[in-house]
């Protein structure tokens, strides 16, 4: 591609479908493989003395085991509304607060409810991989344009094979996601 327009075309052509790949990976992670993890507890809202704050923001998140989210307030007032922000938060976890530490503990999954889990992961990726083609779609009309404003024909269709090379690697990056976040899900 000689013409120098092309270029910022390209550019936001990676740097969108970067994104759309660090969205797909950052949704799986929120789904639960029966693996604790404290981002599962990223969408848990806590009231701070009348604001409303995430978890991260009043207490320490860890996972002292593959089963367990150990949650440590830095404030011991702090146990009733992170307990009761972790029910209101609708996961399905029950936290046990024993004065100190509230603790959640993770039941391991049934074959059915892993199954479920990979619909889940399944709906993320084709979510992830419209929003890639959806790029590749404007990518295509920006080039048209150029077209229209002087780029040459060869250059445009060069281009355009080119997108859709681009286009078919960020798509396999989704699928080698989703594949990894099966395997996970479905070991037991």
Do not use: C
């Amino acid at each position: 591609m000689s013409d120098p327009r092309l270029k910022p075309v390209f550019d936001s052509l990676k740097e969108q479908m970067d994104k759309a790949v660090d969205h797909a990976a950052s949704e799986f992670t929120k789904i639960r493989a029966g693996k604790a993890h404290p981002s599962m507890l990223d969408s848990v809202k806590v009231d701070y003395y009348g604001q409303l704050v995430p978890l991260n923001q009043v207490a320490s998140v860890n996972t002292p085991d593959a089963r367990t989210i150990s949650i440590q307030p830095w404030e011991k007032a702090m146990l009733g509304p992170i307990e009761k922000g972790i029910i209101i938060s609708n996961l399905g976890f029950n936290p046990a607060n024993d004065g100190v530490v509230i603790r959640v503990i993770l039941p391991p999954l049934t074959e059915e409810r892993r199954k479920e889990i990979v619909k889940k992961v399944k709906g993320e990726s084709e979510t992830a991989k419209v929003a890639i083609r959806n790029i590749r779609k404007e990518i295509n009309e920006g080039i048209k344009k150029l077209q229209k404003d002087g780029l040459p024909e060869d250059d445009a269709k060069t281009a355009e094979a080119s997108v859709q090379k681009t286009t078919d690697s960020y798509i396999k990056k989704v699928d080698d996601l989703t594949a990894a976040k099966e395997a996970e899900v479905m070991h037991v």
